[in-house]
Structure formats: structure tokens, C-alpha cells
């Protein structure tokens, strides 16, 4: 039942941060305000579960261990990185999103054993050598991307470059 709710926590956040990208009128903003709420509340609340002892296997802890620090993760990285004038609502509304967070997050789930760790990794590979040129705040990290990028490249050595 857990794994359901993650499952479905990172389908809004996923949908969520399409919202905002797709169209940044007044619309779109209330309901990809809405959808985020949810997914803020599920990843909150996933987070009070993330204990080892509640799981049957070590294997199942670090996949949904994964999947709530890649969601926690995300979610706060995206707050962080949108334009002042959208944060400001969302401050209001009593979001807030903290950069090095996300980031800490995301580079814990990425280096785990979890089934979301590739994912975590790609997120972290696109802030930092894309975000920060499409949301012109010059942030991210290519020297952080490419040694992600090569410590994947030891555990897939065939993927194609």
C-alpha cells in the first residue's frame, strides 16, 4: 500500500511540474498549485514511514527509501528553482522549496541501491546542466553532472552515448 501511494505521489509531481512548464497562465497555476498540495502532503506523510522495520525485505526499504528521497527531493528543488513571482504565491500559500535539500536528496537516492536511483540521477544530470540555462538563473554543476555521469557509465558500460 505504501509503494502504491509513492507510485502515485510521483505522478503528481510529475504532473504537477508539467503544469507549470506547459502554460504559465493564472489557471494553470491554481491547479498545479492544487496538484502540488497533494503531492507535498502524500511525500510528507510517505516520509513518516520511511522506517526499516516496517518493511518485510531490506530490497523493498531501499526502493521505497529511494523513491521518497527522489520525491522529497524533486519536489523542494522544483519549488526552489521556479521564477520569484510563482514562489511568492506559493510562499504565501505556505510552500516553500530549499535547493540544497532537494539536491542532498536526490544525490542520497541516486547513489542507492533503489529502484529509482537512475531517475534521481537524471533529474540531477538536467539541474545541472540544463535548468539552469532554461530558467536563466545560472545555476547547476557540470563538473557534479559528469562525475555522475561516469559513475553511471561504470554500472551501465553499454548505454549509448
Not at 15 to 21: C, D, N, T
Not at 58 to 75: I, K, T
Not at 93 to 98: I, L
Not at 117 to 130: I, Q, R, V, W
Amino acid at each position: 500500500e505504501l509503494h502504491a501511494k509513492l507510485v502515485y505521489a510521483e505522478a503528481l509531481l510529475l504532473r504537477a511540474l508539467l503544469m507549470f512548464i506547459q502554460d504559465q497562465g493564472l489557471l494553470s497555476f491554481i491547479s498545479g498549485a492544487l496538484k502540488i498540495k497533494e503531492c507535498h502532503d502524500l511525500f510528507v506523510k510517505l516520509a513518516k514511514y520511511n522506517d526499516p522495520t516496517t518493511f518485510s525485505t531490506q530490497s523493498l526499504h531501499e526502493h521505497f527509501d529511494s523513491g521518497v528521497r527522489m520525491g522529497n527531493g524533486a519536489f523542494n528543488l522544483m519549488i526552489a528553482s521556479l521564477p520569484q513571482r510563482i514562489t511568492k504565491y506559493l510562499e504565501f500559500a505556505g510552500f516553500s522549496g530549499d535547493k540544497e535539500f532537494g539536491l542532498q536528496e536526490l544525490e542520497k537516492s541516486s547513489k542507492s541501491n533503489g529502484i529509482r536511483a537512475p531517475l534521481s540521477a537524471l533529474f540531477l544530470l538536467g539541474y545541472h546542466t540544463f535548468a539552469g540555462q532554461i530558467l536563466g538563473n545560472g545555476e547547476g554543476d557540470l563538473d557534479k553532472a559528469e562525475q555522475l555521469t561516469k559513475s553511471y557509465l561504470k554500472i551501465y558500460p553499454n548505454v549509448s552515448c
